[in-house]
Structure formats: structure tokens, C-alpha cells
């Protein structure tokens, strides 16, 4: 069971806007910054949004993201098929359970 | 730019150590507000993380369910960091990735290919 909850697939239309959610607590989201990974098939993951809703030099600006609360979201727009891939919000959990946690991953499908 | 190599043996036998080397290149681990991490990923499953150092060996942070097997250490006159994880069985198996964290916030980049790690007998 991972720390923090995403769904697992979600799926749009080419030229479409999806968006993924990742609910945790306030002893990791509500107090730290949240960060989220693309992780492409058969390869490691990369960073693609850090501190809640900065982009890495190189990452496109149909990625975006959002924090409220205990609760993120990856906003991506203008979907392309080459965005299929597997997406893990991430963020440090200062509780019981003290390190970096990640969701559970959610996989994208373009239809 | 950062680029980071994992290496190490592939299989592993039941009960004994999981010893895994992350070389880092383009950049010295010893330049400072960087955490060297180690993250794992169980076949077909999320991200774990392992745990992380600083270049000089302190502080050093690991995941409170594998604690007690887990050591990660830093050779900066090698510009590498090392994983050991002792008592391995099957649940083990996983793909492992070295990443660099950082100590300003909570990101983990860039990362490592990633090594296939089997535990098996």
C-alpha cells in the first residue's frame, strides 16, 4: 500500500487534457513540497514537476502542476501519444513513517 | 550534466548481502545540498524508496521498514555511493535505482537506468 493515493489509469483523446490526483496527508503533502515522475516503458523515472508546480529545464509547459492542502494534481494538456507512460506523484512524509513516499502510479492511456 | 550509473551483481542468493554501486559523473557529489539516494521498484509495481546520504556520510536517511538491513555510504574520492541491503529474500527482487535527491526540497533527479536485481537461489 502506498503512502499516497492515486487512481490507477486514466485515458483521453489525442489533443485532449487529462488530469491525475494524488491525496496524502498532512504529515507529507500538507507540509511538503510535491513533486511528479513520468516513467516512459522500460525506462527509469524522470523528473517532471518539482515543488509543487515548477518544470525542469525541458519539460514541455503542457505539464503543470497544482497543490491543495493534502491533495495535487498533474494537469496535462494537448495529450500526444508519446505522453503514454506511467505517472508517480512523490513528496517526504515527516510522520511515523519518515523518508520519501511516492503514490502508487497512475497509467496513462491516449486513445 | 549529472548522469548517474548503477552496477553490481544481477543475482543475488537468499540470506546474503544485495551490494549495488551508483557512479556519478558530470558533477562531484561532494559539492554539496545533494542527498545521494537509492530508490527500488518491485516487478510490474510503484516506486519505494530506500534511502539517502549526504556526501560526507552524515546525515543519512533510511526507509523505517528496511532500517535495520539497509547501509548506504559515499566514496568521494571515487565520486560513488554504495547500497547494501543484508538478509535478502524473494521480496527483495526488484529493479534499483541510485537518483540524487536534494536537501532544499523534496525531488529526486536525475536518476540512473535502473539494475535488475533477482533473489533467487
Known amino acids: 500500500q502506498s503512502v499516497l493515493t492515486q487512481p490507477p489509469s486514466v485515458s483521453a483523446a489525442p489533443g485532449q487534457k487529462v488530469t491525475i490526483s494524488c491525496s496524502g496527508s498532512s504529515s507529507n503533502i500538507g507540509n511538503n513540497y510535491v513533486c511528479w515522475y513520468q516513467q516512459l516503458p522500460g525506462t527509469a523515472p524522470k523528473l517532471l514537476i518539482y515543488d509543487n508546480n515548477k518544470r525542469p529545464s525541458g519539460i514541455p509547459e503542457r505539464f503543470s502542476g497544482s497543490k491543495s492542502g493534502t491533495s495535487a494534481t498533474l494537469g496535462i494538456t494537448g495529450l500526444q501519444t508519446g505522453d503514454e507512460a506511467d505517472y508517480y506523484c512523490?513528496?517526504?512524509?515527516?510522520?511515523?513513517?519518515?523518508?520519501?513516499?511516492f503514490g502508487g502510479g497512475t497509467k496513462l492511456t491516449v486513445l | 550534466q549529472v548522469q548517474l550509473q548503477e552496477s553490481g551483481p544481477g543475482l543475488v542468493k537468499p540470506s546474503q548481502t544485495l551490494s549495488l554501486t551508483c557512479i556519478v559523473s558530470g558533477g562531484s557529489i561532494s559539492s554539496g545540498g545533494y542527498y545521494w539516494s537509492w530508490i527500488r521498484q518491485h516487478p510490474g509495481k510503484g516506486l519505494e524508496w530506500i534511502g539517502y546520504?549526504?556526501?560526507?556520510?552524515?546525515?543519512?536517511y533510511y526507509n523505517p521498514s528496511l532500517k535495520s538491513r539497509v547501509t548506504i555510504s559515499a566514496d568521494t574520492s571515487k565520486n560513488q555511493f554504495s547500497l547494501k541491503l543484508s538478509s535478502v529474500t524473494a521480496a527483495d527482487t526488484a529493479v534499483y535505482y541510485c537518483?540524487?535527491?536534494?536537501?532544499?526540497?523534496?525531488?529526486?533527479?536525475?536518476w540512473g537506468q535502473g539494475i535488475l536485481v533477482t533473489v533467487s537461489s
Open positions: 537518483a540524487r535527491g536534494t536537501t532544499s526540497s523534496t525531488w529526486f533527479g536525475p
Open positions: 546520504i549526504y556526501y560526507s556520510g552524515s546525515p543519512s
Open positions: 512523490g513528496t517526504w512524509d515527516s510522520g511515523l513513517s519518515t523518508g520519501g513516499v
